[in-house]
Each structure stands twice: as structure tokens, then as C-alpha cells.
């Protein structure tokens, strides 16, 4: 197997993951569980980024694909500074619910468009 499909898929892996960690401490937060900080799942899921952000690294040496060239590319660049900064707020305690909802739903958004860039790399 090559080095570009287990980095692909450790990838894809990490980053399904950490969509489903950041909806799961969304949840137990609404309902009433702030509990979550004061288990692993407060650091799990920055492990599981630190994975993902190696393997997109990695990626960037095994492929043609260059930043400021590709533009699907370096808009995930931009949109994963957007999503950091809006799951940031949208976990923030010291937030009042709207803020964090509105925050979350961009998040959600922002995620959506880089999965759909990874999907599709349009040219652009």
C-alpha cells in the first residue's frame, strides 16, 4: 500500500472524527453535561487533530498539491482557521446560548465546505 493511501485514509479517518467529537461535546454541553471537561474527551480530541494536521502535512509531500497554488486548497486552509475560531466560541462556557449556537452552525457550515472541497477540488 502506498504512503498517499494510508495518508489519505488516516486523513479522512482523523477528520470525520473530529467532526463527530466536536458535535458530541456540542451535545453533552446542551444537554446539561459540562461534565465532559473534566475527562479524556477534553484532550482527545486535540490529539486527534494534532494526527489529522501531520497527516495533511504529509499529504502535502506525497502529492502535486501546493498551498496559494491550488485553490480548493488554500480556501480548507482558510475555512480550518474559521472553523477553529468558530468551535472555539461555540464551546466557550462563558458564552451565552445564542452566541454559541450561531457560533456552532458556522462551524458546521465551514466544515461542510471543506469536506466538499476535499470531495470535488474544483479548479478555481
Known amino acids: 500500500m502506498s504512503a498517499y493511501v ?3 485514509h488516516l486523513h ?13 461535546r456540542l451535545l453533552l454541553d446542551a444537554v446539561g ?3 465532559w471537561r473534566k475527562t479524556p474527551l477534553r484532550w482527545i480530541p486535540h490529539a486527534n487533530d494534532t494526527v489529522l494536521l501531520v497527516a495533511a502535512i504529509s499529504l502535502l509531500f506525497v502529492t502535486p498539491w501546493v498551498p496559494l497554488v491550488h485553490g480548493w486548497l488554500t480556501a480548507k486552509i482558510f475555512l480550518l482557521i474559521g472553523y477553529i475560531i468558530a468551535g472555539l466560541f461555540a464551546l466557550r462556557t462563558n458564552l ?14 465551514q466544515i461542510t465546505a471543506i469536506f466538499h472541497l476535499a470531495l470535488t477540488k474544483p479548479v478555481f
Open 96 to 109: 451565552g446560548t445564542p452566541t454559541r449556537v450561531v457560533a456552532a452552525l458556522l462551524a458546521f457550515v
Open 12 to 24: 479522512v479517518t482523523t477528520a470525520y472524527l473530529t467532526v463527530v467529537l466536536f458535535a458530541l
Open 6 to 8: 494510508i495518508l489519505k
Open 33 to 35: 453535561k459540562p461534565d
